[in-house]
């Protein structure tokens, strides 16, 4: 373990774990009896051709906006990737059980579409014979993880709710985003994060948790299950067992996670078994090496003592367990891509999601079965508990969603004006020497805006420098935007230092700041003018240990533009900043002290 994490891992140990709770299997409503029961659901399965069991238990994605007619270059990478030319031709081949959707497969190009195309799927799959409805998926973590994007509502991520420390706040966000997902056809979304973020060099969860104290993070979690799936969404909380003190990104590598057992249970369990108690209805795994829990050297996704022995046994959850993309490196260094499903599936997995090679995968589950690795009665405890899911979720009453439903629900008023009302209450005011903050129109009117512009994350308008000249221009103020990016060179930062002698003030947007990253010349040039400077962390909070000169420092948590207008609102004295820190920053030349504890945050 890393001397600079010691004490954040000491300062969050002594939390009391929270008490598991069971879930019991499903009920949902049915046509005519009013509940759904294990036995009809039995049935279905017993119609069931070995063939189509397999299908169940994969989630796959699609290239395409829709399910029939998709753009030829999305008909070519399915063709490339899947052999297939549609979603309706690939739930003829495999029958997969599940789709998921991302933006970058051109699945969500806007609302009535992202209905249409999933009206269009679930009747592909229900004009099979023995046809079930699908359930279909997506990340939509709000913050920078998001693949629905305007006009649906974008809420603040995680540590932005976790800044705001409102229960209400995160239940309400998950509330309002699952009714929205609902009525374009998603029930499955692959939120809310449960890992607890100790380590600040974490790339690839940062502000994606809700913070570094095991027992505020497990009472967001709850808050935002129990939001999502009120709406009639099933929230998966993820990364199990726990992907929060890492330095390696799952992605491209295979992280190993050093905490002891009794680490473990007091920092990455409570969150998990705060979901459980609230009812979660699915959780994912990570691909991650904890050898305290399973010294074998596999992926938690494989592993059998992690999936099976804690979280069915020792934390007693019976509901839908689902890979982590079985694309991702961290879970395809030891094993082969057909060797891989079959062991999740005999660690306890019931869904697997998105493989590399889907024929390679399915083909693999079925030869297991055939071969005797894996008996069938197997295969139908994992399809029980899907369908359970599907059940629950009302698909298979009514899979179908309407246009219209669209127009109701999806980017309303009322809802917008609750994510900019949310997005105010988690703004974090860091540092405000001498009062600097507010700015006022009289003193402050003309402002140059400077920063990182990093893309889009989630379907918002960007880039950043953008949105915030174009809030603070709102608010009455005479704002001129210079894009620096997250690694100015010299001849940009002497252009905006130019620009800088025109006004009355500077803010600066910065984006994951390092010791040698030229966002510190940027900052420091701009101070030398003399003219008061701003900076606005919009990702990591923890860049403001690197930029100790800065009089006047506020965090967003995400470059999202609910996040960003809200972060001016507060510049400009409109709100007031509450947020406080959900992580601890710790000094840039001597990480095992603490700069600013979990808690800080100014008022005016």
Do not use: C
């Not at 879930?23 to 036995?39: F, L, N, S, V, Y």
């Not at 395809?332 to 493989?355: E, I």
């Not at 369908?387 to 309303?412: E, F, Q, S």
Request: net charge neutral; glycine share 10%; aromatic share 4%.
């Amino acid at each position: 373990m890393h001397t600079s994490r010691r004490t954040l891992l000491a300062a969050t140990a002594g939390a009391a774990a929270v008490v598991a709770v069971g879930g019991g299997p499903a009920q949902a409503e049915d046509d005519d009896t009013g509940r759904h029961d294990d036995k009809r659901l039995r049935a279905l399965i017993s119609r069931m051709t070995l063939e189509e069991k397999v299908g169940q238990l994969f989630v796959m994605r699609v290239y395409g906006h829709s399910a029939t007619a998709p753009d030829q270059a999305d008909i070519d990478a399915n063709l490339k990737e899947i052999g297939v030319r549609t979603a309706v031709e690939l739930i003829a081949k495999y029958r997969v059980g599940g789709i998921i959707y991302f933006g970058w497969a051109h699945n969500t190009r806007d609302p009535h579409q992202i209905a249409d195309l999933s009206n269009g799927i679930q009747k592909a799959s229900l004009e099979q014979p023995r046809g079930l409805p699908v359930l279909i998926s997506t990340d939509q973590e709000h913050g920078i993880v998001a693949r629905v994007g305007k006009p649906a509502t974008l809420f603040p991520g995680a540590m932005a709710l976790g800044a705001g420390g409102s229960r209400t706040d995160a239940r309400t966000a998950g509330r309002i985003g699952g009714a929205e997902l609902r009525a374009m056809g998603i029930r499955q979304d692959y939120a809310p994060v449960a890992d607890v973020n100790v380590n600040p060099a974490n790339p690839v969860i940062g502000v994606r948790s809700f913070g570094a104290d095991p027992q505020a993070v497990a009472g967001m979690v709850a808050a935002q299950v129990k939001g999502y799936q009120s709406a009639g969404v099933a929230a998966t909380s993820k990364h199990f067992p726990g992907h929060g003190d890492t330095e390696t990104d799952s992605h491209y590598g295979f992280p190993v996670i050093e905490h002891t057992e009794a680490q473990w249970a007091e920092l990455d369990a409570p969150p998990f078994r705060a979901a459980i108690a609230a009812g979660i209805d699915s959780i994912m795994t990570a691909h991650i090496m904890v050898p305290a829990l399973d010294p074998s050297g596999d992926p938690a996704t494989l592993s059998r003592p992690i999936l099976t022995g804690i979280l069915r046994e020792r934390l007693g959850y019976d509901g839908v367990v689902v890979t982590d993309s079985l694309g991702m490196e961290g879970v395809r260094t030891k094993y082969g891509d057909d060797r891989v499903p079959v062991l999740a599936l005999k660690a306890g997995v019931d869904q697997l999601l998105n493989p590399p090679k889907l024929d390679v995968a399915w083909n693999a589950v079925l030869q297991a079965v055939r071969g005797g690795e894996l008996t069938e009665a197997r295969l139908d405890e994992s399809i029980l508990r899907v369908l359970r899911l599907k059940a629950k979720l009302g698909l298979i009453k009514d899979p179908y969603v309407t246009r219209r439903g669209v127009d109701r629900v999806v980017g309303i008023s009322s809802h917008l004006k609750a994510a900019d009302r949310i997005a105010e209450r988690t703004t974090t005011l860091l540092v405000n020497s001498g009062g600097l903050l507010p700015f006022s129109r009289r003193t402050h009117r003309k402002v140059l805006v400077v920063g990182a512009d990093p893309a889009s994350p989630s379907g918002t308008t960007g880039p950043p420098t953008t949105v915030l000249g174009a809030a603070l221009t709102e608010l009455g103020f005479t704002a001129t935007v210079l894009s620096t990016g997250t690694a100015p060179s010299d001849a940009t930062i002497a252009k905006a230092v130019v620009a800088a002698q025109d006004v009355d003030a500077v803010l600066v947007g910065t984006y994951n700041v390092t010791a040698a990253s030229s966002q510190r010349t940027l900052v420091n040039q701009l101070l030398a003018t003399g003219r008061p400077v701003v900076a606005l962390a919009i990702r990591n909070p923890y860049d403001v240990a690197q930029l100790p000169d800065v009089k006047a420092y506020l965090a967003a948590y995400s470059w999202t533009d609910v996040e960003l207008r809200a972060a001016v609102r507060v510049l400009a004295g409109r709100a007031d900043p509450v947020g406080e820190l959900p992580v601890p920053v710790q000094k840039a030349d001597e990480p095992t002290e603490v700069l600013y504890p979990v808690g800080h945050g100014l008022r005016y």
